[in-house]
């Protein structure tokens, strides 16, 4: 499953290092990312695009692992990034990045993150309502300059996936609802200002989509929309953002969409009906976050104690849990482990793999077949790349795990573990 290395011998590698050695290293619990696993992704993006004529953007979602090291990939693979906060879009601009490639999202943006990103001249403030088009406005008054923004439109299409990450339907918290005229009137509202250089429009269905189709509706209707807007005001949307949400593989059971082929369709999609519109053919920007970044991380656990009640329950504890991956007790996720020293070990004993946390539902795997597990064990986690470190919390007082880099055999870390001492910084 994945797409682990594995030695001959039957051993994880991650990167090219056997992970057993980077337990030993650096210590569990351990987030380990396959980089050039990452650069391919880029690649396949990139690829999707390659003979779209109005070129486009491929935007990193960084919410869904927004270290340091992260940032400098992107910028140094020429891709751009979206932020939703203040403390991300400080963390992009530390790493390197362009401010003209940084795009800001966020339903309730905060007076001073928009001051930021104004004052920072980032490439594209993507507005989401009401209250942020007359904040904003007020803001670039004040500093006697323009932005350029981008319109979010919830455009009314139901996404197959968990309802938590939904976000395309109309009673969405994110966006303008298009039906109830409201995205028109903020259409309206944005053109009517000096302020703002409105260079497009964007849509984001959901997360952990593996369906084409949801994708392909969005790209009609938005070029509708275009067409409708290009009619009524007059307006000519330069950028059509897309969004993100392309699925990943945890389990046997996900198919995920390969970047270039989705990406190919949509760009062929968008041609299709900006031609029967009779439009220009706008860039065409997508903004994947988790298909980055969610296979190439591996987490490494030590494995502690296990319990077993015959008949009962079987349990296999970890030296982490719920606090460097909430995504199994917040969604429901379902995630592969692997036995590191051995991943041909046969998968016969039914067990459920939990944390140390302080709660019952701190489980990392709900029972399933799996390889015997013993005390001192390395177990693997397979894509954790996404929504695990940029989600993990301190509850219980434990650390947040350290973060290495991967590529071509060395290992670099990039986060250091959280000590005793970190966790108390900011207390007086
Ligand atoms: N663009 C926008 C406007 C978004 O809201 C999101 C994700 C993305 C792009 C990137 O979506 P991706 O390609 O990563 O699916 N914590 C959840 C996921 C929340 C996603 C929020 N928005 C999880 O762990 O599944």
């Excluded at 396959?34 to 953007?57: E, M």
């Excluded at 989600?391 to 060395?410: D, H, I, L, Q, T």
Aim: aromatic residues 8%; negative net charge; hydrophobic residues 40%.
């Amino acid at each position: 499953p994945n797409k682990t290395e594995v030695h001959n011998n039957g051993q994880l590698k991650i990167g090219g290092v056997p992970a057993l050695n980077l337990a030993e290293k650096y210590g569990t619990p351990l987030i380990a990312y396959d980089v050039s696993a990452i650069k391919q992704q880029i690649a396949s993006f990139k690829k999707g695009l390659a003979n779209y004529p109005a070129g486009g953007r491929i935007i990193y979602a960084s919410k869904a692992f927004s270290a340091l090291a992260m940032y400098r990939l992107a910028a140094k693979e020429d891709i751009g990034c979206d932020v939703v906060s203040g403390g991300e879009l400080y963390a992009a601009l530390a790493g390197g990045m362009d401010p003209e490639m940084i795009e800001f999202h966020g339903n309730n943006k905060l007076p001073e993150e928009l001051e930021y990103a104004v004052k920072q001249k980032i490439g594209c403030i993507v507005v989401d309502n009401f209250h942020e088009i007359e904040l904003l406005d007020k803001i670039l008054a004040a500093h006697h300059t323009t932005a350029k923004v981008a319109l979010r439109v919830a455009p009314g299409i139901e996404a197959e996936t968990h309802k938590y990450i939904a976000t395309g339907q109309s009673n969405s918290k994110f966006g303008f609802d298009l039906d109830s005229g409201q995205a028109q009137q903020a259409l309206k509202a944005l053109l009517d200002s000096p302020h703002f250089d409105v260079i497009g429009l964007h849509c984001h269905i959901g997360s952990q989509i593996f369906n084409a189709e949801g994708f392909e509706m969005a790209a009609v209707k938005m070029v509708k929309l275009m067409k409708r807007w290009s009619e009524e005001f007059g307006f000519s949307a330069r950028i059509l953002n897309l969004g993100g949400g392309f699925g990943i593989h945890y389990t046997e059971s996900d198919q995920p969409l390969k970047p270039e082929i989705i990406v190919a369709s949509l760009s062929q999609t968008v041609q299709t009906e900006i031609q029967k519109a009779g439009l220009e053919l706008p860039e065409l920007w997508v903004e994947p976050g988790r298909s980055l970044v969610g296979e190439a991380g591996t987490t490494l656990y030590t494995v502690g104690s296990t319990k077993k009640v015959p008949g009962l329950c079987n349990f296999v504890a970890v030296d982490g849990g719920m606090g460097d991956n909430i995504r199994p007790a917040l969604y429901g996720a379902a995630y592969t482990a692997l036995l590191a020293k051995d991943t041909n070990a046969p998968r016969n004993e039914l067990a459920t793999i939990v944390g140390k946390y302080c709660e019952s539902g701190d489980v990392l795997v709900q029972a399933q077949m799996l390889p015997k597990f013993h005390a001192d064990d390395i177990l693997a986690l397979l894509s954790t790349g996404a929504y695990g470190y940029s989600m993990a919390s301190n509850y219980n007082r434990n650390g947040r795990p350290a973060v290495v880099f991967c590529e071509k055999a060395k290992d670099q870390l990039v986060i250091k573990r959280e000590s005793y001492a970190d966790m108390l910084r900011n207390e007086l």
